[in-house]
């Protein structure tokens, strides 16, 4: 089982997925821009994006080997819609990479609750803009997802009955 957290940034997606990850005992796969942004000394450019990609997905792969079940905070969708709005950039490969991966359900979070600054956040202003990027991707390419809103609290709540749902089991 995959699971994946996606949207735009500040809208709980780490939050969520670690909250999960702690409560199910499946495995987080983190998101590799944040390490890898702070270590970065120069400023940034599209390759370094595509890097990014790349290095995410390569952790999800190995992780889906290890431990079969997985939850993402985040994956390629983010880094293709990074490219595309900052760069202006379609990479076609990690498209396809995307489409042609599995995923049993992404959580679509909505950015209804507040911003919270951070050195390597970009869109304070366009959050609404950007959740109907990735919403229209999900729909477009026929990816599993469910949007989530609302608190942290009525977040929790409904990924715990989705994913009781989505495995059978149910989590406390």
């Not at 080997?65 to 969708?77: K, M, P």
């Not at 959580?107 to 869109?123: K, Q, S």
């Not at 959050?127 to 990027?133: G, H, N, P, Q, S």
């Amino acid at each position: 089982m995959k699971v994946v957290f996606t949207g735009p940034e500040s809208t709980g997606k780490s939050t969520i997925a670690t909250w999960l990850s702690q409560l199910s005992g499946i495995y987080l796969v983190k998101e590799v821009a944040r390490e890898y942004m702070e270590s970065l000394e120069i400023p940034y450019d599209a390759s370094h994006v595509r890097e990014i990609g790349l290095l995410q997905q390569f952790d999800e792969n190995l992780r889906l080997i290890q431990h079969r079940d997985i939850i993402c905070d985040t994956d390629l969708l983010t880094i293709i819609i990074w490219l595309d709005v900052k760069f202006k950039i379609m990479d076609r490969h990690l498209l396809e990479m995307w489409v042609n991966s599995n995923q049993d359900m992404y959580f679509l979070c909505l950015p209804d609750i507040p911003w919270e600054a951070d050195p390597l956040r970009e869109n304070p202003h366009n959050r609404d803009e950007l959740f109907t990027v990735y919403q229209n991707y999900l729909i477009q390419h026929k990816k599993p997802f469910v949007p989530l809103s609302g608190s942290i609290q009525d977040r929790q709540e409904f990924v715990r009955k989705t994913i009781s749902n989505l495995t059978g089991k149910i989590l406390a």
